[in-house]
C-alpha cells in the first residue's frame, strides 16, 4: 500500500519555527523527485518546495524563499520541511506530493502530481 504520512503541523506563533515530516511507504522513495504543497483556508493549491531524488536541487516558492529548507532521508524514506520566521500567511495544510506516473519537469506544476498524503495543519497565530 502506498502511504504519505505527514506529521509535525501545529499552532505556533509568528516569528516561530516547526518542522514537518512525511513518512513514505509503498514505493522507491529514493527515485522519485518530492515536493510540499500547501492549501490555505479558502484557497487553492499553492506549490512551496521540492527536492530532487538524490536530495539535491532544492527549490522553493517566491513566498518562503530564504525561510524554508527541504531536505530528505532517503535511508529513512523521510522528507522534511524545516519553516522558520512563519507568518500569518503561511496557515495552511501542507501536503507532500510527487509523480509516481509522469515525469514532471516544472516542479511547481502541482496539479500534474499524482500521490499525495493526507496533509497536516500549520497554524500561524498570536
Known amino acids: 500500500e502506498v502511504q504519505l504520512v505527514e506529521s509535525g503541523g501545529g499552532l505556533v506563533r509568528p516569528g516561530g519555527s516547526l518542522r514537518l515530516s512525511c513518512a513514505v511507504s509503498?514505493?522507491?522513495?529514493?527515485?522519485?523527485?518530492m515536493s510540499w504543497v500547501r492549501q490555505a483556508p479558502g484557497k487553492g493549491l499553492e506549490w512551496v518546495s521540492g527536492?530532487?531524488?538524490?536530495?539535491?536541487?532544492?527549490q522553493y516558492a517566491d513566498s518562503v524563499k530564504g525561510r524554508f529548507a527541504i531536505s530528505r532521508d532517503n535511508a529513512k524514506n523521510v522528507l522534511y520541511l524545516q519553516m522558520n520566521s512563519l507568518k500569518a500567511e503561511d496557515t495552511a495544510v501542507y501536503y507532500c506530493?510527487?509523480?509516481?506516473?509522469?515525469?514532471?519537469?516544472?516542479?511547481?506544476?502541482?496539479?500534474?502530481?499524482?500521490?499525495w498524503g493526507q496533509g497536516t495543519q500549520v497554524t500561524v497565530s498570536s
Open positions: 509503498g514505493f522507491t522513495f529514493g527515485t522519485y523527485t
Open positions: 506530493a510527487t509523480a509516481r506516473f509522469a515525469m514532471i519537469y516544472d516542479w511547481s506544476r502541482h496539479y500534474e502530481y499524482d500521490t
Open positions: 527536492i530532487d531524488s538524490r536530495g539535491g536541487r532544492p
